[in-house]
């Protein structure tokens, strides 16, 4: 009879043999200086979350505000070199499936192989990003609570200063049917990064568009993760740097843009009628539009409409500094962690004299006012 061996089980076993190999395997520092690829320790009072996608535009950001960044395109050592010189953590993505995870010889191998590789490109810890459904009180429920959890010991304990983060949705209220035990993993890990958009991914009201990430709404959120007892220490609001596109089945004399039913998860409309667009796009189509940019004083956001080529209306709804600022001022006063964004790859980083001075007011709004 042939032997039949348990992958996971013999991974957890050999990781730990394996890691001092793998670790030698990463070979020398690929930065300037070999103090460039020491963890991050020092942690400041106020935290700027950058996710970055990839590219070479990380050269143009605002370094002065930056304490994190979340690696989520391919790995580049010069970005982790220069973060380092600023004092910033680079940090991996963490996603797995939740039905893997329910077996904790799969979630120590699953750990031990993250922070090998955190070990091996010179990071400073993980930003776990699993937006996947969990029904309450389920096998799922109580196993991504304990990955968190083990995810945090065991990278605080291999690699000094290190932070482990969660991303969750703008509202603890089951969101897209992800019931998590919130409590648990707030205080499990670092920090929370609160996705504050996408609020429209499931419309259970009118099939209308809207803004990514209402204020009221938005500040709706915080509120009821505040309630559950979680520090707004514990917090960081993400804003978006992107927007919505729908396509108007009838656009009214009031701007009201009916959208095509695309049931998600229950609801029968949702964001998913209308296309993402990142800012650096809408900036060049905003001043051509039929409308201009108009602001929605209920919402507190921009939006304009546009006509295409084949004669549709759309309305197209985004963040801007002006919203955005008013989010910072919330961060401020109600003394949350920090503010971050998805993503930081979606500015118009050219030459371009405009451009430039609109990414320049883009990162200033993450400022909070005094």
């Known amino acids: 009879m042939a032997l039949r061996w348990d992958l996971p089980a013999l991974t957890a076993l050999l990781l730990p043999l394996l890691a001092p190999a793998l670790s030698a395997g ?182 209308i568009a809207a803004a990514n990430a209402p204020y009221n709404q938005t500040l709706t959120g915080y509120s009821d993760y505040i309630k559950m007892g979680i520090s707004p220490k514990k917090l960081i609001m993400g804003v978006p740097w992107y927007g919505y596109d729908y396509t108007c089945l009838n656009l009214s004399q009031d701007d009201v843009c009916n959208i095509e039913k695309v049931p998600f998860r229950g609801a029968p409309c949702s964001d998913a009628a209308g296309l993402q667009v990142p800012y650096k796009v809408i900036m060049k189509q905003v001043n051509s539009s039929v409308s201009g940019s108009q602001w929605n004083k209920d919402q507190q956001a921009p939006y304009y409409n546009y006509q295409d080529p084949a004669g549709h209306f759309h309305q197209v709804w985004y963040d801007n500094p002006q919203s955005i600022s008013l989010k910072a001022a919330y961060v401020k006063n109600y003394g949350l962690r920090g503010i971050g964004m998805w993503n930081a790859n979606s500015l118009d980083y050219s030459e371009d004299a405009l451009a430039r001075q609109q990414t320049k007011e883009m990162w200033g709004a993450l400022k909070p006012r005094l």
């Open 26 to 207: 990463a070979g020398a520092c690929p930065c300037s200086e070999a103090a460039l690829c020491r963890p991050v320790r020092h942690r400041r009072d106020f935290e700027v979350f950058v996710f970055d996608v990839g590219q070479k535009t990380w050269k143009y950001y605002d370094w002065s505000q930056i304490t994190t960044v979340a690696v989520f395109g391919k790995y580049d050592s010069e970005l982790m070199c220069y973060a380092h010189s600023k004092g910033a953590r680079v940090v991996l993505k963490g996603d797995v499936s939740l039905k893997d995870i329910i077996d904790p010889t799969f979630r120590a191998s699953w750990i031990a192989q993250k922070v090998n590789l955190a070990k091996m490109q010179y990071m400073d810890g993980i930003n776990i990003d699993i937006e996947q459904e969990v029904d309450c009180l389920s096998p799922e429920y109580e196993a991504l609570t304990a990955l968190v959890e083990e995810t945090t010991q065991r990278f605080h304990h291999e690699i000094q200063g290190s932070q482990v983060t969660f991303d969750v949705a703008w509202s603890p209220k089951n969101i897209d049917k992800r019931c998590y035990n919130y409590t648990g993993i707030a205080g499990a890990c670092d920090f929370l990064f609160v996705m504050s958009y996408d609020e429209q991914s499931q419309i259970w009201s009118e099939c």
